[in-house]
Each structure stands twice: as C-alpha cells, then as structure tokens.
C-alpha cells in the first residue's frame, strides 16, 4: 500500500471531462464530470475534511438533472414523455453551462489543487467506517418488512454506502468485483424508481395507464434482483455479522 | 446583513518550490485560530453561509470555521481585489436569505472591499487594520458605500471571549 495517497489522478479526470461536458454531445462527458466528483469527495471524506465537500456537492446536483434525464432517456418510453423530458434535459444543461462557467468551480478546482495528499492510514480508517455504514443500511433493508415501496427506499440508501465504499476502496488500490455486480442489480432498480416519478409528467391517462402497468412489473423485477445480489454479496463485503440479521 | 470579513490564520512561510497557493496554516496558526473560531460563535448565531478563497490558508481556515455553518462554499472572487461580481455574489446571497455571512480571505483585498461597502472606494483602505485571525464587522445591505462598521475585531480579542 502506498503511503500517500495524492488527489491528482482524480482531479485531472475532472478537468479533461469539463470540455465534454459544457460542449454538450456526448452524455459520457457529464457522467464522467460526476463521477470524479464523486472519487473526488470520498478522498475528502477519508481525508476528514469538510470544506469543499458542500461545493462537490452542489457540482455533482446540477450536473445530476442531465445526467438524470440523459438515463431516463435511454428508456424505451411514450413519445409524448420522451419529448417533455427531452425539454427539461435542455434547460438543465443550460443551468449547468452557466454553472460550470462560475467562480465557483474555478474556486473548486484552484482550492483542490491545493490539497496534500491524503495518508494512506487515514485513508484504511475511512474505508473500515464506510463498511460500518453499508453494514447497518444493509441491516436496515434486511429489517424492513413494512412494505416494498418502504425496502426500496432502504435499498436506494444502501446503494449511496456501497457507492462510497466502492470508490474508497479504489484510492487504496482494491478492486472488488462483488461491490460492483451489486451496485450494477441496485443502478438498475434506481434508474426504474427515477423513471417512475418522472411519470407525473404525462398527461395522457391511456398512454400512462398502460406504460405505468409495465414499469411496475419491472421495477418488481430489480427489487428481487438487488436483494438477491445483496444477499449473495453481503458476507463478502461486510463479514458475517450482517448474515445474521436475515 | 451581517458582514464578516475574516483574514486567514498564520500560514508556513513558502518553502523552495511550493506555490504561494499551497501554503498550509502552522500548528500554531491552527491552534489559535481554532480560539478565535470559538469566539466568532460566542459574539453571534451562526452563520447563514461561509464563503472562502481557494488558497490553501483560507481553506484550512473555514475549515476551522465548519462548526459555525452548515453551507461552507469556495470562490475564486476571494482570491483577487474585490469588483463588481463580488457586489453581485453578495447580493445574490441576500436574496437568497443570507442575513450573516463571513468571507474567509486574504489582505489587501478584504480591506479594500472593507473600504468600497462602507465609504464607496478603496482610498482609505489600508488604514483598517486586520491582522491574521481579525474580523471586520459590517452591517447593510452589501453595495459600495452601502454598509457600516460595527466592529475590528484583533484576533487576541476573539481568543479570548470565552
């Protein structure tokens, strides 16, 4: 294991993904902006630091509308949702190219590279707190037995922890195969959940009526998926203490 | 508004190749700082929003300040002489509700802006003192020559506010 572990690698990522981004093309460009963000405030959160977290945050929100409705939009979907949606995705992203010109990212990226790099003992601790939450909003799904919509919510939590846990591991070097096959099983139950309350959005009954009918089987279908790959992945990822909460 | 303009703790002098930007706080900095923190809490409620300057000392800075806000942001503005588009970041602040703000940054510039919001120029600028650690207390709304002085607060005074 190194002995430091700098920003460096994660924060030119967020550089050479801003060009794509404000230009606009490709959906990959604000995906990849986001998920650098994301590394980005897990190596703050290791490091223990609280300022800039508030900015990566705010970076990550208004790049998360487009990248939100980029998703949803890869769906098979009514047409009269797919062109609203297309509508909302382009006032997002003139949100975020004004966002993205601000002083307030030119502050972020300044500020970062200002940082020193992060110990790597500091860097273990984190990662051994980051298993205790997964541990308990795993703990927290296996307990809820109120009602689907009521697990579900606890699964979207326990995707956020295992999303955090993914990307510490990842500064200290560890690629876990399990984190990311039960990441992908609980992706694809939020991409549904997001697209459901998009729903909302559509006026035709008929048309929502019948699409809504299929988006519930589906979502149906994730949710057993993402607990299965829960179930099947927990003891690897957090030791045996969680098992015996099932 | 409540204005406070709150100039970083006492940094390292730069060393060999380091940036300027990248200049830490001492520990000593940072142990006194963490005092005047604690007395910037004692003289108010807390703060609506931080705002910071990149540099590294002014990051470290907030930092110690977290306990005193929940929206701790950074801005390049912090980091350059005060103009227009920092009148516009204050203005959009109080609009968006903030009625106490502290701007964590660097001298000259906060006593130049210290001096455009209370008298509308920078002439006198240079005769408020504010050494590292200090406050400048304003009050108004914050557009040139909009604001007064409440307050300069040494920083050995917040130290010892307990």
């Known amino acids: 294991m190194p002995r430091t572990i700098p920003l460096r690698p994660a924060l030119d990522d967020l550089r050479g993904h801003l060009p794509a981004a404000l230009e606009g093309l490709d959906p990959e460009g604000v995906h990849q902006l986001r998920v650098a ?210 | 508004m409540h204005l406070h303009l709150v100039r970083h703790a006492i940094a390292a002098e730069r060393a060999g190749a380091e940036r300027d930007a990248a200049r830490p706080l001492t520990a000593e900095g940072k142990r006194r700082f963490r005092k005047c923190a604690r007395g910037l809490g004692r003289i108010g409620p807390r703060y609506d929003a931080i705002v910071h300057s990149p540099l590294l000392r002014a990051v470290e800075s907030a930092e110690l300040m977290a306990g005193l806000c929940d929206d701790i942001r950074v801005d390049d503005l912090l980091a350059r002489p005060p103009g227009r588009p920092l009148f516009t970041l204050l203005s959009e602040l109080q609009q968006q509700g903030a009625e106490r703000l502290a701007l964590v940054g660097h001298q000259p510039w906060l006593g130049e802006l210290a001096a455009w919001l209370t008298i509308g120029s920078t002439e006198a600028a240079s005769s408020l003192p504010l050494k590292k650690g200090g406050v400048i207390w304003l009050e108004g709304n914050p557009v040139p020559g909009g604001m007064v002085l409440r307050a300069s607060i040494p920083p050995a005074l917040l130290r010892s506010m307990r």
């Open chain 1, 37 to 246: 963000a994301r590394r980005i405030a897990v190596w703050l959160e290791l490091a223990e630091r609280r300022t800039l977290a508030g900015d990566l945050h705010w970076l990550r929100k208004v790049a998360g509308e487009v990248r939100d409705l980029d998703v949803l939009m890869m769906q098979p979907l009514p047409e009269r949702l797919g062109s609203e949606l297309a509508a909302r995705r382009d006032g997002a992203r003139r949100e975020l190219v004004d966002e993205l010109e601000s002083t307030r990212l030119t502050g972020l990226l300044a500020a970062l590279e200002n940082l020193s790099a992060l110990s790597a003992r500091s860097a273990a601790d984190g990662v051994a707190r980051l298993v205790d939450v997964v541990r308990r909003r795993g703990e927290q799904v296996d307990r809820e037995r109120k009602s689907s919509r009521a697990q579900r919510r606890r699964l979207h939590a326990l995707r956020r922890a295992l999303r955090r846990l993914r990307y510490a591991r990842e500064w200290l070097g560890e690629n876990d195969p399990a984190l990311k096959r039960l990441q992908t099983a609980l992706g694809e139950l939020n991409d549904l959940e997001q697209l459901r309350r998009r729903l909302g959005l559509l006026d035709d009954r008929q048309q929502l009526d019948d699409f809504a009918r299929e988006l519930a089987a589906r979502i149906d279908d994730a949710h057993v998926d993402a607990l299965a790959a829960w179930h099947e992945c927990r003891g690897e990822l957090v030791g045996k203490t969680a098992g015996r909460s099932r």
